[in-house]
């Protein structure tokens, strides 16, 4: 019930008790009660016509990047004496400094501006309504009104500047890249010897091949480079991501595979995402700048989840990812994974896995008593197993505790795989 | 400002009424009139909005019974009364104040918003207190035109409501 009625109805009470009672004093007891309403009545606002025009200093952002919300009402309808504005935010984003609220008084034609600054976690945030509440000054009317704007504030996940991720799968695309294509041709590194054909340049000529042969000439060939197909997937799982107290690996997961996305496409090859988790969403192979944008958009939405029909990785579609492509899974990885990995190794693709270390990142919320200690050392051990098998099948695995940045931990463990030519 | 405003308001709405009743011998009533203003103040405390109504109600019942039943001196329970819909006000306002965005914002509205209720509130006492002295001679031809008015009155209300939504 509104105020008005409220005040209405005890107006009638008070009047008929009067009226029945043939009492004065009751009926100018509603004397105060009737003003206020008519205060009410004569001051509300018939309705709240304003225009809006709301801008912000970025749309992308990293993580906890101040921005800065410039917002701009005019007032096209009648008088509000009283005013209350709200900007309508996620409730992850968080106000640093001003206000997203105001209560003023706007006359017909006037403007009002504020300025606030926010700031938030990575996500995809609409910033699409602004909730007016116009009144009389006692609050008896109120017309109250979602003005719609547009707006988006994206806060994309933190990217880790990779020099080179040590890729080779066995097939590659025709166009040149970074990537061996173990095919012989233009290149730099040597590939192999061939008969000499016309045309070739005497400075790849193997002499000392030749020297052995009277009649015939030999030059070196070396392996062409090519780009080639990366589809990269999140591991979205609850169950492999969410931990003791409510702490989440995802974060650490969403890093490495946004790292990963930027360096391969940096390299020239076209890049894919898949991030399965509650329900699978791919992002589709692409190229250059717009790829990474839109798996950068993928990233910023994605979040764990559980499902009953995704609960181990054996149903991932490799349908999704061309044959005998490079797949990237970014997992911490759960027993019965690797089942799947030796499937997708047997059917032609070179997988890299990169896992963020569960087993350390889980000890560090836990008391520090002597049976945590055995357990995490079992546990240690059994990954440990789990991870030497992987590797035994061909696969490369990079073990990444997460308390070392992405950036240095790959690194190190990518220069070793570029050393020894991307075999695990 | 406004939470200032908003206790003095019900102690002196309670603190009027209170006084009638016991200025007619009546301490008992005033005692529990003393103690529904009390359990008004801990409803401030504890942000209990909807406690106001009831606040308004029963500060207005208790003034039309003093006037009606008892014939007390209407000066107390007018001012009870008003006291009462001044806290009602001023609660919901006090909700209002949310929005404020600074702290000077805030002073702007409070300011303007005590000036007009505390207008309001003194012309309703005013002309409440202004009837009574004139005291007119309430018979039934004048029952009857009141009854006549307040039904067109609340026929117009009701028609401007409707044609709002």
Redesign the interface.
Known sequence: MS??W?L?S?I?L??L???V?????????T???L???L?G?WFSP?EVELEVRRELSAERVAPQTPVKVSVMITNTGGDLE?L???DVLSPALAVQD??N?????LPKNKSFS?EYTLRGPRGGFPLETIHA?AGD???I?RVARDIRTFGQLFVFPPVARLKQVPIRPRRTRVYAGTIPARVGGAGVEFFGVRDYQDGDSPRHINWRVSARHAEDLYSNEFQQERVADVGIVLDGRERSNLFVGGHSLFEHSVLAAASIADASLSQGNRVGLLVYGQYLEWTWPGYGRLQRERILHALSHAAPGASQIFEGLQYLPTRMFPPESQIVLVSPLVEDDYSTLIQLRARGYQVLVVSPDPVTFEENFLPRQPQVQLAARVVRMERGLMLKRIQRAGIQVMDWNVAQPFDQAARRVFARRIQTGGRP | MTLFALVISIVIGSGSLAWGYLQFGLPQFARWIILFGAAWLFAVWQRWRWFA?IG??FN?LA??FG??FLNFT?GW??AG??GG?TAW?LT??RH???????DE??RV?ET??LV??SL??L???G??SL??LL??Q???EW?IL??IV?ALG?TQ?IA??RK?S
């Open positions: 105020r008005a409220f209405g005890l009638l008070l009047l008790a009067g009226l009672a043939l009492h004065g004093a009751l009926i100018a007891l004397i105060p009660l003003l206020c309403l205060y009545l018939d009283e209350a504005l709200a001003g206000s609220h105001h209560l003023i008084s504020f509440e000054h006692l609050g009317l | 109504y308004l109600i207005f003034a039309a006037l009606w209407p329970m007018f009364a008003i819909l006000d919901d306002f209002r104040l949310r929005f404020a965005a600074s914002e805030r509205v303007r918003h007009r209720i309001l509130a012309a309703g006492f002309l409440a009837a009574m005291k007119f309430f018979n039934f029952a009141s009854a307040a609340i209300i401007w409501f709002r």
